[in-house]
């Protein structure tokens, strides 16, 4: 079954509903941003480039940057288990 993309999950997994630039309407959430080239989250870019939702999907999740990213803070790491959650009907 295809998987449904929530807007406000972003591609690292991180909810962007529950962050205050999203609720103040400083961001428009991860996916719905437009990134340039030359600034672009790195997880945004390798996921789009690997044609995946996020990096739960990805084969080499977590890769050695998102094991440290996911290790910064407790939000970081609630989004590593949404993420192990989410990869797991696909492995
Ligand atoms: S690491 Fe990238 S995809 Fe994850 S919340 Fe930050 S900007 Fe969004
Ligand atoms: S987990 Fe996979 S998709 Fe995500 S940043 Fe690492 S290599 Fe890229």
Not at 58 to 69: H, L, S, V
Request: some cysteine.
């Amino acid at each position: 079954m295809e998987k449904t993309i929530n807007e406000l999950i972003a591609y690292c997994g991180v909810d962007c509903s529950a962050c205050p630039d999203y609720q103040n309407g400083v961001c428009p959430s991860c996916r719905r941003t437009e990134w340039t080239a030359d600034d672009i989250c790195m997880p945004v870019k390798c996921c789009r480039e690997k044609s995946i939702i996020s990096c739960g999907d990805c084969a080499d999740f977590p890769c050695g940057d998102m094991k440290e990213f996911y290790g910064e803070s407790e939000s970081h790491a609630e989004a590593y288990r949404r993420m192990l959650a989410a990869g797991g009907d696909s492995k």
